[in-house]
T-cell receptor
Framework: TQLLEQSPQFLSIQEGENLTVYCNSS?????LQWYRQEPGEGPVLLVT?????EVKKLKRLTFQFGDARKDSSLHITAAQPGDTGLYLC??????????FGPGTRLSVLP | NAGVTQTPKFQVLKTGQSMTLQCAQD?????MYWYRQDPGMGLRLIYY???????DKGEVPNGYNVSRLNKREFSLRLESAAPSQTSVYFC????????????FGPGTRLTVL
C-alpha cells in the first residue's frame, strides 16, 4: 500500500504571509495531483505533475515535484482568505488508482 | 452540465438498516469511484469502476457493495449499516484510472446511530 504523508497537518497564518506545505512518500509515483477542498464540498483539482523536478505555477501557487518523484511541495505567496481550505495531495503509479494523503488544513486570517 | 451529482446530501440510519447512495455524471467519463472521508485520514477508496461493466475493490470495501448501472451511474449500497460507517461519502469520475483529473460530487454526510 502506498502511503502519503502531508505536513503540517494544520496551518493558521495571517493574510499576506507565505507558506509551504509538503507531501511525502516512500513510493515513486508516475503522477501526483494537488486538490483543494472547501467545507461542505468535494475536492477540486489544482494541478497534476508527472515529471521529476517539474515546477508548475498557478497564479500565487507554485507546485514542485521532487526529482525522485516521491515528494511534492505547494508554496503559496501572499496568502489570501480565499486560500483557506483543505489541501490534499494524491499520487498514482502507472495505471493504478490515486492514493490520497490526509491533507493540510489551511486557515488564512484577514 | 451538472458534473457529478450525489443523492442524498444527508442521511441518518440506525445500526442494521440498509441504504443506497446514488451517483451520476454527465461528462461521459469511463471511470467512477466511491470514497469515504474521515477526519485526519484523507480520502479512502471504497470501490471503483474502471469502465462500464466492471467494478473492483479499493482500500476499504468491507461492508459495501456497488453497481455500475450504466456509463453515467454508479451506486453504493450499505446492506447493514454500522456506526463505523459514519462518514462523508464522495463519488468521483474521471476519463481513465490513474492519470486524469477526478471530478468530485458534493458528498453525502452519513450518520449511523
Amino acid at each position: 500500500t502506498q502511503l502519503l504523508e502531508q505536513s503540517p497537518q494544520f496551518l493558521s497564518i495571517q493574510e499576506g504571509e507565505n507558506l509551504t506545505v509538503y507531501c511525502n512518500s516512500s513510493s515513486v509515483f508516475s503522477s501526483l495531483q494537488w486538490y483543494r477542498q472547501e467545507p461542505g464540498e468535494g475536492p477540486v483539482l489544482l494541478v497534476t505533475v508527472v515529471t521529476g523536478g517539474e515546477v508548475k505555477k498557478l497564479k500565487r501557487l507554485t507546485f514542485q515535484f521532487g526529482d525522485a518523484r516521491k515528494d511534492s511541495s505547494l508554496h503559496i505567496t501572499a496568502a489570501q482568505p480565499g486560500d483557506t481550505g483543505l489541501y490534499l495531495c494524491a499520487g498514482a503509479s502507472y495505471g493504478q488508482n490515486f492514493v490520497f494523503g490526509p491533507g493540510t488544513r489551511l486557515s488564512v486570517l484577514p | 452540465n451538472a458534473g457529478v451529482t450525489q443523492t442524498p446530501k444527508f442521511q441518518v440510519l440506525k445500526t442494521g438498516q440498509s441504504m443506497t447512495l446514488q451517483c451520476a455524471q454527465d461528462m461521459n467519463h469511463n471511470s467512477m469511484y466511491w470514497y469515504r472521508q474521515d477526519p485526519g485520514m484523507g480520502l479512502r477508496l471504497i470501490y471503483y469502476s474502471a469502465s462500464e461493466g466492471t467494478t473492483d475493490k479499493g482500500e476499504v470495501p468491507n461492508g459495501y457493495n456497488v453497481s455500475r448501472l450504466n456509463k453515467r451511474e454508479f451506486s453504493l449500497r450499505l446492506e447493514s449499516a454500522a456506526p463505523s460507517q459514519t462518514s462523508v461519502y464522495f463519488c468521483a469520475s474521471s476519463e481513465h484510472v490513474g492519470l486524469d483529473e477526478q471530478f468530485f460530487g458534493p458528498g453525502t454526510r452519513l450518520t449511523v446511530l
